[in-house]
């Protein structure tokens, strides 16, 4: 039985098609995977512990460049070599997620506040940096609407820390369990973190010991957080409504797409 003429050709072609298709896929996976453990890992915001600036349903990219890299900017933490390699420190008031010490695998997301060897006591809310108090003035209030509608006003803050950063804290009433606690001496290698929703942030006010961060290892430090690229409302269990595509015009929140984290 013979085939056609051209028919040979129009299968060669077809397969070599495919084949180009596969090709091409791969390429942009392995792409992906390289930027993803050496340049920019996204991360999705669960909780509210970085209220205002960061909401739950944000999306963010990461620089793991930031701070070089460690075991922990890989996937599975990897231990390929010990503490870190091309090494560069946090600064004072920089997002960053790093991973929980207590477990090493949870991530976290904080803004650091002390550095190495600094000594940290909140006194009603108020931070003091080596005895030096965190300048800290009231904004206009951050505002929510519950699910029944209400509105939900929440007391703000503008802080600066010595260095100059500027960001914004809520912090509902000023005599909160770890409102009034210290001093705190942080180790050498390791920081101080908090988060920016200060009556709802588990961070190192709170030990290891006790469920909480402690002072975070530098080897820890996944990456600075950069930009949000996305986000949206999300539902009761924290996820956006992916299978109702005709809400997704009202759920994205179009206003903090490609905003800078600060």
């Known amino acids: 039985m013979t085939s056609k003429p051209g028919s040979d050709k129009g299968k060669l072609a077809k397969q070599e098609s495919w084949g180009e298709i596969g090709k091409i896929f791969l390429h942009a996976l392995i792409i992906a995977f390289f930027v993803r453990v050496f340049f920019y ?7 509210g512990s970085m209220q205002s600036t960061l909401l739950i349903g944000d999306y963010l990219f990461v620089s793991k460049m930031s701070y070089g890299y460690s075991r922990y900017s890989f996937p599975f933490g990897l231990n390929l070599f010990s503490g870190r390699i091309l090494a560069s420190e946090p600064k004072r008031g920089d997002v960053v997620v790093f991973k929980l010490p207590r477990d090493n695998s949870t991530d976290y997301i904080k803004r650091v506040i002390g550095l190495p060897g600094d000594e940290v006591v909140l006194r009603s809310g108020v931070v003091f940096i080596n005895g030096q108090e965190v300048k800290r003035r009231k904004v206009s209030d951050f505002v929510q609407i519950d699910d029944d509608g209400r509105e939900r006003r929440t007391p703000r803050f503008e802080e600066t820390l010595p ?6 804290v809520v912090d509902q009433r000023s005599d909160g369990d770890y409102d009034n606690v ?4 942080v180790p050498a290698g390791q920081y101080f973190m908090m988060g920016d929703n200060r009556d709802n942030s588990t961070d190192s006010r709170v030990p290891a010991h006790r469920y909480g961060v402690g002072f975070v290892p530098f080897e820890n430090l996944v990456g600075r957080a950069d930009i949000i690229f996305f986000s ?8 956006f409504q992916w299978l109702t595509p005709w809400t997704w015009p009202f759920d994205v929140r179009w206003s903090r797409i490609f905003n800078i984290v600060r």
């Open 182 to 185: 210290g001093p705190y001496k």
């Open 163 to 168: 260095n100059g950063v500027k960001y914004l």
């Open 41 to 47: 890992q996204p991360f999705n915001i669960p909780s």
């Open 232 to 239: 949206a409302a999300v539902d009761e269990p924290g996820r």
